[in-house]
């Protein structure tokens, strides 16, 4: 059977900027996986050619069907979810519009139901539903943009940089959320992160990017206790 | 005081008709942040064809105005399809020179098919006042045109926020990049925008030549197109009841305060409209009513 | 394989000269030879490039390049050019026709007129930006007719009927100084073999002399402003308002002066409209209201997209083709396949639109990119590094990428296919 995700010889950038040389990495069904690396690796650059936000060559396989030179709208409604960094709410719309807009490529009669079920696990949204999303904390708005994004029933969630500007506490909370929708439901998880030890805690497998490239690769629980790779890439 | 009624009527039955036109510029503005400099002839055109199907065709006037609407939104879809998707939507310069080559392209084009005589457009309301008070009156037009308006910014409240398509379209004007990763097909919910917004203006148009005083000619939009913008900036250029505020602000500037202040001459009505505007943007850059650009760095 | 030449070499000197004098040679040439009615036949088509055309060429360069410092060098959307343009032309006329001053010195009142006024109202713009800057300047583009004809002015403007540059409405005759035998040029030009025949035959009227003249002072006029404009883009004012359209925020944290840079960008701009309004007025010989509309203003845009925004010569282009190209769409009278309704109506402004579009899709730089890139195929001048030293010989072969960096204006004709980016 074909991984969910399956990545090959990724190349690509904006422009005459090169950022991505290459790149070789897969998700298996129902996996946590995350990718690290610093300021300039590639980690957005990746996620966004996966969605299809941008021009790239090589192979990009969705359950062993190409995708790479699909458009974003129709990767959506392939399965994909992409959680944008800094959030990608809908800042002048309210939560409630945020939430029902997450489930347009949907055609069944269940939002409701699914959007009941969010407002369940962060109740804040729902006493916020008629406020505009903009209006929100960015605790709130990195919950509203997660919902949001799940609001589509996904198979994979592409989740980018998720802690940044966030508070410790909040963002705890929100990787065992993470894990949690992945037990749950199976939902398979590519996360992109800076924060090393709380997205090597909930993961199953883990890349680490460097210029463009996959410099190493393994399982996460080898990859925290590796006490070089901890020092050189990791900072922790 | 009679006097001063009969003005206000006047400012509202003029103020009207800027709304329509300036929710047409708002519709495209707010999905595409670009003023269309073209939508004014487009509701030019707009009004011709009604002429066309309605004279030529013999339609019963109000369907022409419909099938006008239907027409130049095709029209105007085609425009954004062929002239406005292949250009990257954050460089704007671009973008303008584009509406200004319509602009320029659809006024001529009008003047080489109908020639600039002036034509007597057909009444869309029944004629006669409503109710007079002395030398005041209040024309059945006035009333009818306030309605139109109200009744046309409903509707679009209404498919803005209970559609899907009006929801796609809030989102796609809110957050573009977004509007992609939720499966949002980004280029028609723009498409859809503007031949939205040239039906509206078209509507726009034949109600302002509707007018019995006023007659239809290829130049007739450049006035009101000035008198709309200016309305649609005042109103934020985003709100489409801020369009019609704006659009009463300035029929109530050209009608009540110009004749009032004695220092301003009539002719000057124009100049006044543009002078708000200017004062309005300086001390509110984004407009009375418009949402300002928050930007987070 | 282009000619090289580098840049301040004994040849590029000569090719300066060279160039500089097949110019002047080319005014001198014009002027004599399309005098009355030069034409150029297409078939059944007359098309008339005589002196009155192309000095309301030069009327609409001039203002372009105005348009050219604020629009493609600053980066502000101020695009009601025609005001200042009506404004300048309105001046002038009321100088020389209420005041008895010669057309010259009208420029010592029309250039401060309009470099105030245009502060005044660029003012607003150190807030308004981008597209509500563009509203705001169009707007007060259309407002300008409604402000000549107001009562309170009809001693200065006349109202409707216009304002004449000489004497109870009357022409102001701009006549050639004795000491230029204009007449007894053309009887030598005549003389010519074979080229003899395009300077007409016979003397030159009165009336024919002062149009040649009109031509030669209109070309001076537009060559100072032209090698003004094409200095301040080169000084460090130039360069401040480059980095301001460049990049605004990394501009005023280099210590440039954002408020100052566009106030004389608006300045500089409308001062030049206004020498153009003054040399159409001459021209022309009436200012009229209706000549002074958003449509002139739009013209002008239509003039600086295709000349090539951002190009001195551009300007040049652009003035051409807004003053050649709807009169010629006039004359046309057949075309094959085209009914004749069709040539009957503003079909100028019909080409102009479709060009507006045409160009934005398939030429984004104008015509000028179009012709630098065929120029740079001819001759080349290999600039020098900063501290003068030659490139060495591996970098002459290969191609000069083009910087940002305007080169000097080195002749009219690095003028007219593209000197400065």
Known sequence: ???????????????????????????NESEVVVILGANGAGKTTTLRAISGMIQTTGSVKLAGEEINSAKPADIVRKGVAHVPQGRGTFPELSVEDNLTVGAYARKDNEVQADMDKWYEIYPVLFERRTQTAGSLSGGEQQMLAVA??????????????????????????????????????????????????????????????????????????????????????LGI | MQLFVQRLFDALANGSTYALVAVAL??????????????????????????????????????????????????????ERVLIRPFDPADHLPLVIITLGLFLGINAMAGIVWRFDPRSF??????????????????????FTVLTVLVT???????????????????????????????????????????????????????????????????????????????????????????????IAIGAIQSLVVPYVPFIPNELGLAAAVVVLMLVLLVRPAGLFGTPAVSRV | MPIKILAGSSQHQLYKVITWSLFALLVAG??????????ISLGENNYNISLIRLNKAIAFAIAILGLQVVAGFT??????????????????????????????????????LCFVIGIVMGLPALRIQGLYLALVTLGFAAVFPAIVKLDRLFSITNGVGGKATGPDGRKYKLEPPEWLPLDGIAETLQKIPLLGGYFGDGGISSKQEERMWAFMMFTLIAVVCFWMVANLIKSRQGRAMRAVRDNPTGAAVSGIDLARTKAMSFGIASALGGVGGAVYVAEVGLASPDDFTQLLAINFIVGLVVGGVGTLSGAVVGGLVI?????????TQEVGFLPERWLQGPTGSLILGLLLILLTFFLPGGIVSAARTLKNKIVRIIPRGPNGEVPGGASLATPVTADDTPDEPDSPVDELVGAVD
């Open chain 2, 26 to 79: 708002v519709l495209i503005f707010k999905a595409t942040t670009l003023v269309n400099f073209a939508q004014g002839e487009l509701a030019m055109l707009g009004a011709f064809v009604t002429l066309v199907l309605a004279y030529e065709q013999g339609i019963p006037m109000w369907l022409a105005v419909f099938l006008a609407m239907i027409i130049l939104g095709v029209f105007a879809a085609g425009v």
């Open chain 1, 1 to 27: 059977m074909s991984p969910m995700l399956e990545v090959k010889d990724l190349r690509g950038g904006y422009g005459l900027v090169k950022v991505l040389h290459g790149l070789d990495f897969h998700v």
């Open chain 2, 122 to 143: 057909p009444e869309l309301f029944p004629s006669g006042n409503a109710f007079t008070w002395g030398s005041a009156s209040l024309r059945w037009y006035t009333v």
């Open chain 1, 148 to 233: 949001r994004a799940l609001m589509s029933r996904p198979e994979l969630v592409l989740l980018d940089e998720p802690s940044l500007g966030l508070a410790p506490l909040i963002v705890e909370d929100l990787f065992e959320r993470f894990a949690e929708i992945n037990k749950k439901s199976g939902t398979t998880l590519l996360v992109v992160e800076q924060n090393a030890q709380l997205a090597l805690g909930i993961a199953d497998r883990a890349y680490v990017l460097e210029a463009g490239t996959i410099a190493i690769e393994g399982d996460a629980a080898d990859l925290i206790d590796d006490d070089t790779i901890r020092k050189v890439y």
């Open chain 3, 30 to 39: 014009v002027a004599f030879a399309y005098v009355d009615v030069g034409s």
């Open chain 2, 153 to 247: 910014i409903g509707l679009l409240q209404l498919l803005l926020n209970k559609t899907k398509i009006g929801l796609a379209f809030r989102a796609v004007s809110s957050n573009l990049e977004s509007s992609e990763l939720v499966g949002i097909r980004v280029g028609p919910t723009l498409q859809f925008g503007w031949a939205l917004a040239a039906a509206v203006g078209t509507l726009g148009a034949a109600v302002y030549v509707a007018d019995p005083f006023r007659q239809l000619e290829p130049s007739i939009m450049l006035r009101v197109l000035i008198f709309a913008v200016s309305a649609a900036a005042l109103g934020g250029l985003d709100s489409l009841w801020g369009a019609l505020a704006g659009g």
């Open chain 3, 75 to 112: 980066g502000q959307l101020a695009l009601g050019q025609s005001f200042f343009f009506g404004m300048g032309a309105y001046a002038s006329a009321w100088l020389m026709a209420d005041h008895d001053w010669p057309f010259l010195l009208t420029f010592i009142v029309v250039v401060p």
């Open chain 3, 323 to 331: 003053a050649l190209v709807p009169d010629w769409a006039s004359s």
